[in-house]
C-alpha cells in the first residue's frame, strides 16, 4: 500500500522554542490514525507543521509522494490535507451570517458567500441563528 502521509525527522518551531524534535511515522491510503499523548505531548504541533501552521520546520512530510515543506499553507490544502482546530473562534453574539461576513472586513481575498454556502448549506439554512443557538459541527463550519 503506498503512504498518503510519510513524516520523517520532523522539527518544528514557534519562535525560539523548539516544539518537535524529530517525528516519524507514515499513513496509508484508507488508513484511520490517531494521535495520543498527555497535554503538552505535541500532538497539535505536529498537525500544524504538517499544514505548515508552524514558524519554522525541517525534515520531511510528504503527501502523495510530493514534499511539503516549504509550501504555503493553501498548497499544502490542496493536496488532501486539512485541520480543523477544536476551538471555535466565533462570536457567539453575532448570527451565522454576520460572523461569515467579518473575515473579507479584515482580510480581502476570502472565498465569496455564495462559496461558503455551496460548500456548507447547513450554514445558509441557519443563517440567522446565533452563534451559540448552531451545533459544535456548525460552529467548527463557521
Not at 9 to 18: F, I, K, N, P, V
Not at 69 to 96: D, M, N, Q, V
Not at 104 to 120: D, V, Y
Request: some cysteine.
Amino acid at each position: 500500500m503506498s503512504a498518503f502521509l510519510e513524516i520523517k525527522d520532523l522539527h518544528a518551531w514557534y519562535g525560539e522554542s523548539h516544539v518537535l524534535h524529530g517525528v516519524n511515522f507514515r499513513v496509508d491510503e484508507g488508513e484511520v490514525v490517531t494521535l495520543l499523548g498527555r497535554n503538552g505531548a505535541g500532538r497539535t504541533s505536529t498537525l500544524r507543521a504538517i499544514m505548515g501552521l508552524t514558524g519554522s520546520r525541517k525534515g520531511s512530510i510528504r503527501v502523495l509522494g510530493a514534499e511539503t515543506i516549504g509550501l504555503p499553507t493553501h498548497r499544502i490544502a490542496r493536496l488532501g490535507i486539512g485541520y480543523c482546530p477544536e476551538e471555535r473562534g466565533i462570536f457567539a453574539s453575532l448570527s451565522a451570517h454576520e460572523n461569515l461576513l467579518l473575515p473579507p472586513t479584515l482580510k480581502p481575498g476570502g472565498m465569496a458567500l455564495e462559496q461558503i454556502h455551496a460548500m456548507f448549506p447547513n450554514l445558509r439554512e441557519r443563517a440567522a441563528s446565533q452563534g451559540t443557538r448552531l451545533s459544535g459541527g456548525e460552529q467548527q463550519m463557521l
